[in-house]
């Protein structure tokens, strides 16, 4: 089995993407309400801060930070998967192998993790977190997507409520690095 490595900070402030396995999919969108459980159980017993998140029909990018004594990212997302799958009815196609483990078809296997560095590429993850809705299309305006922190991060004064109201992608954006 291959090695994953993972950048393991204790308390340490991490960008992912988290992707369905069927991009064409809406599922995450459609079933919002039972995402937002999920995380919020998950949240119940292991603690952790949302700094930024989108969600898209097939994907989504989120920000978190962790506890000071805690790395454990990984076993979040596992249990998140496995709550918000649990809430779905079982119609998805189901590889032999998939079916023989046990398994659904919903997500892929793995999600893409990047470790915060500093205070600009904070800043440039928190950027891409809230354009992706416009870079895919779904949007005109940042503002106009429903399944954002952006309005939280306006509210808290990190962003002006007229943010990229042109919709050009920033230039230092997210996933590049």
């Known amino acids: ?3 994953y490595r993972r950048n393991r ?6 960008f992912f993407t988290v992707n369905l396995r069927d991009r064409s999919s809406a599922l995450l969108v459609m079933h919002i309400d039972a995402l937002r459980d999920a995380v919020r159980s998950v949240r119940a017993r292991s603690p952790l801060h949302i700094d930024a998140w989108v969600v898209l029909p097939d ?3 989120c920000i978190w930070t962790l506890p000071p004594c805690d ?10 998967k496995k709550a918000f799958t649990r809430t779905i009815p079982a119609t998805e196609y189901r590889s032999p192998v998939r079916r023989e ?3 659904r078809g919903i997500w892929q296997r793995r999600f893409w993790e990047h470790t915060i560095r500093d205070e600009q590429d904070y800043a440039s993850h928190m950027d891409y977190v809230h354009f992706n809705p416009v870079k895919h299309g779904l949007v005109q305006h940042v503002a106009d997507w429903p399944f954002s922190s952006f309005r939280r991060c306006v509210t808290r004064g990190l962003y ?4 990229n109201v042109a919709g050009a992608e920033p230039v230092e954006c997210g996933e590049r690095r």
């Open 1 to 3: 089995m291959p090695d």
């Open 9 to 14: 900070v204790l308390g340490g402030t991490f």
């Open 59 to 61: 994907h989504m990018h």
């Open 71 to 80: 790395d454990d990212f990984s076993g979040r997302w596992r249990e998140v």
């Open 101 to 103: 483990r046990g398994e």
């Open 160 to 163: 002006p409520a007229d943010w």
